[in-house]
Every structure is written in C-alpha cells, then in structure tokens.
C-alpha cells in the first residue's frame, strides 16, 4: 500500500490570524504571537494549521480582497515571520496551509488597477468586463454572494466588471491563459518557502460560463442558502472547466518531493456535486469542504445520513474532511448546541470520530461559543452591507480567549482588540487546569485517534441503535456511541472499554454487549 499522506491519518486546526494571538500589542493578532502559541497546538496534537489569508490587503473583506500574493500583510508581520512561523511549526511536526483566494483579486491589485484604465490594458482581460445592458442594466442577472447585483458599472471605460463578492472584490478571468500560469507561479513561490498546501477559496466557483448565460431561479427545495440569493448558482460556479484547473495545480504539486495538499472550499448543495471535486478520487482536491455536514446539525439521522452518503459516492481513494464551525459560520456551540456543554462535548466526539480529516475552528477546542459584537463594532463586509439585516460573521472571529485576565492572554491588559472578547470564562488557561474539561476531552480523543489505526484509518459501518442515537464502528476495533437527545437510551452492539466518555467517569468501564447512555452522552470504545 502507498504510504499514506500526513493529512490523511491527522487533524488539522483553522485559525484566523488576527484574532489568535497578538505579540506586539496593537490590538491584532500577528504571525509572532501564533509563533509564541505553537506549543499549545503541539500540545493539543495538532497536524496541519492552515492561516486565513495573510497577504497584503485593504481588508476590505479581510484578506480576502487580495493585493499582492506574493507577500505578508503588514498587520500580521513580515515574509521572515512567515518563514519563521513555518519552521518553528515544522520543528513541532506541524505543516503549514495558506489561504489561496484565486477567485477575485482586490480592486487595488495592480493588475486590477492596470486593467481598469484602458480597454486595451495588459490586465484587462484578467478580470470579467461586459457592455452595460439596454438603460445601463447589469449584463446578466447574476447576484452577488454578499448581496445586490454581481456587476459594479466603471466610468473610465464605461464597462461593468464581475464581482462574484463585494465590489472590492473583481472577480478574475480564468478563460486567460496568463491568469492561469499567474497562479501556478503563485503556488511555486510558497511551495519554495516551505508551505505544506493551501485551503482554496471559492475552489468550486472560479470559472464562469464563458457566455455568461443567466441563472435560473431557485426552487423550493434548495438549502436556505441559494434561498437566499433567489437563484441557482448554475452558470456563476461550479462550471464543469474548474475541474481543469484544480487537476492542473494537482499536477504541479505532484512533481515535488513532499506532495502539497489541496483543500478545497467547495459550497455546493449535495454530496453528488462534491464528490466531483476529488476527480478520480486522486487527481484533484486532496480534501473538500463539506458544507451539507455542517449545515445538518446535531440530528442523529440527517448527519448519519450525510456520512452515508459520503461513505458512498467519494471516489475510491478519495478521502473525506469534517468541519462544525469556520470563519463564515456561527461557531457551533452556539449554532449546533445552544451553548449546552453536553451538546459541545458530544459533537467534538462525533467530529474526532468519523473517517476523514477533522478541521477544528481556533477555539473549538474550549467550546469557545459565537461572541456578540455590538453594532458599532461590526467590521464584516456582510454585516455593514447597507439595507442588510445580516449581523455577518464576526461573532465567529474574535480574539481566543487564552486567560480571563485584562487582555485575555490575547493582547495587553488595558489595549482594546480589533473585535471585542467574547465570553473570557471559557479560556485555555482554566480548561488546561481542568482535567474534565473539553480542552482535555478534545487533547485526548485526538490522541486516541493518532494512538489507533482503527480511529484515523480504519472503515466506517454504521451499527443499529435506537431512534436519537448513532453509533458506528471503526476498522474491526473500535466503536462509537452517540446519544443526540434528550432521553436515555441503551445502545446495543458495544463489548470492549471505555477508552473516553464525554462523560469522563466512564472512562475505563466495561461493556457487555450494550450501553446506557444519558441525554446528549457519547463513548468511544476498543475491543
Ligand atoms: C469564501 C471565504 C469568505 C470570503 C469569500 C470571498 O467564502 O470563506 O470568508 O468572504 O470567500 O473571498
């Protein structure tokens, strides 16, 4: 058998680099202060860390209106600090990802700046320009994700250009050649510095119809949220020619020593669609983002059935990856468990559990919960959209929360962060302090997932249990027993012990055939 990759048999940590840890005390978290912080992501057993985008930006979506890819936003630090980052991760044996946002540049890259001048710009053709409709209506019907038309008219030269996101974020065309190789180049230049991969922005959506053909309308029965936008995304995303690019930068990656890993944000409805994006199953995205997981909650029989349906129509060799909160998401103690600790214990069990790559969100493993943030301190491009009643995402990214001291461990005491602190009594410090806690519990069933094969390589076979329970088991050893409700219930099929339970009295208990679990009460268990 191949050797199997690094990212396969680990766990791999999401953070949003200017709420993790800030080493100079300006408020914003930098690449310094993740460096002084690696010891707490060795020490959770941490694989992989991938960063929210650290590239030059004017922020207008937070780094992800790009203005150069090629180098460190001043806020977060230097390229040295970046270099340095990688290797002092690497010495820790934990690999660096970086967020690559092909989809759209900022309007102050210069290629934008070049292109917007003159029709007949060296860069004009890198980005998606129309003619204005009849009575200067947008050239097609397209809406953008964060609202209104997809299409901002410009007076210099009288066309309208694609922004798929805000109108800070012109949408690049991937029908030029010359952007193409752009990009490779792009992914040489950080594979030379070391970087392991990169999680893929939009990695569904950057190629357009090249006719730029209407979308249809939604229907009743789409995910709440194309609902919102009203229409498919049919000709906008997920075109059959993105398959080309990501096989293209599969390839290119495939001729290093250390083959880089492709994560792919892909936002697609169903799992038929999804599973495309691992090609054959070896040739184009490593691992993709699985949104309908993430959208079903804790319900034992729409999430069994999500994994089912994964478990059935991945390719083979195709890997699967889980995820319960990110930086678009409301984090989901708050989302999946309305802030009960049983529910937050139970879904971090399920995510380290299953068969495929768990991605946990900075502060998920303290149950770190969705913080307000006050109107006059919304910063995200969603929620300060005008005639919005989103309160956008920010709630999902504000400082970690390392102590309950001034400043949380996260700044210096008296220094207002750039998003306000949420809740500081659920810090690290305390949970490190508390062996019941879900630091501890998530520390140890990341362990047990590395210490057995049957936890991070062994197959998935669901098992009978009664209504409000899951249980499956994994390879021929280990089995899992989830009770998502509010009554007990006796799971049958479960011999061995106890290794961990979310309750952790139980750990150590023998089984003899079945379980009593309690509302909301999980167990992992080897024979
Ligand atoms: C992705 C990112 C999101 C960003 C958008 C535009 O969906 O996850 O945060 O706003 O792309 O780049």
Redesign the pocket.
Known sequence: MAARAWWRDGVLYQLYPRSFADSDGDGTGDLRGIIDHLDHLAWLGIDGLWLNPTFPSPNA?WG?DVADFRDVHPDLGTLADLEDLISAAGERGIRVLLDL?P??TSDEHPWFVDARGDRAAPHRDWYVWRDPGPGGAPPNNWVS?FGGPAWEPDAATGQSYLHM?HRK?PDLNWWNDAVRAEFEAILDFWYDRGVAGFRI??AHGIVKDRDLRDNPPVREDDPPSLRRLGQRLEYSMNRPEVHDVLRAWKRLGGRRESPPMLLG?T?VPDIDTLATFYGDGTDELDLAFNFPFLDVGLDARAAAAVVAEVEAKLPEGAWPSWTISN??SVRFPTRWAAGDDRRVRLALMLLLTLRGTPILYYGDEIGMREAEVPADRVRDPVGLRDGSDEPG?DGARTPMPWTDAPGAGFTAAGIEPWLPFGDLAVNVAAQRADAGSVLHLVRDLIALRRADDALHAGSYTPLDAPAGAWAYRRGDRAAVALNLSDAGVVVPGLTGRVEIGTDRARDGEALEGSVALGPWEGVVAIT
Do not use: K, L, M, Y
């Open positions: 979506d992800f946002v989809n759209h994700i996101f974020q922005d939009v944000e936002f930086h678009d995402r």
